[in-house]
């Protein structure tokens, strides 16, 4: 699902990533930890096209995204990935079900079959009721619930999710956890999570452990 091989990224004089190898298979949930400053996040915006490495491959989808030109790159965003951030970045002139709408709109798709998987997303958060909400009427945890429905709109194959709980009280954060489950077993999706959250890096199938720009050894959780 993805294959990254020797990424490597500078800012400046500044190297953040010191070729990265990494392969996440389709369906796994994935958890990235370590300090602050080891590359986090720099590796995920890579694997989401958002920043492109200085060197090395990214295949995600059996695409070779580093070869893509920006306009085909924006079009797969569009419809292979979607993003979870940890301020849910939801349009506050819109409401629950319009902000779900809008990836569908961008990659064409017509009212009708957009409105009816936002429905479909909002019937599975438990936000039906909720729907013509804007975020401004809508609690914390129901805006992130809002958002991860936006980021499955166009039912991607891989959502990556960056610290997805850090803005939530313990309540919402185990029920926005315990959805990236659920989600994976109702639509297959492969999840990447950047997280300092401990709790979630030991519920998710891999732990990815990085520091000074490298990954050290993987922890793979068991059912025991």
Known sequence: MIEIENITKSFGSLQVLKGIDLHI???????????????????????GTLDAPDSGTVRVDNIDVTTLSQNKL?????????FVF????????FTAIEN?????????????????????????????????HKPAELSGGEKQRVAVARALVNNPAVILA?????????????????LFFDLRDKFG???????????????TDRTIHMRDGLLENPIIHSED
């Open 189 to 203: 999706q492969t999840f990447v999570i950047v997280t300092h959250d401990e709790e979630l890096a030991t519920l």
């Open 162 to 178: 960056d610290e997805p709980s850090g803005s939530l009280d313990t309540k919402n954060k185990q029920e926005l956890h315990q």
């Open 86 to 93: 940890q301020f849910h970045q939801l349009l506050p002139e």
């Open 25 to 47: 298979d389709k369906g796994e949930v994935v958890s990235i930890v370590g300090p602050s400053g080891a590359g986090k996040t720099t590796l995920l915006q890579i694997i």
């Open 100 to 132: 779900i709408m809008i990836p569908a709109y961008i990659a064409g798709r017509s009212n009708k079959e957009a409105k009816a998987r936002a429905e479909e997303l909002l019937q599975f958060m438990g936000l039906t009721d909720r729907a013509r």
């Open 74 to 82: 924006s079009d797969f965003r569009n419809r292979h990935l979607g």
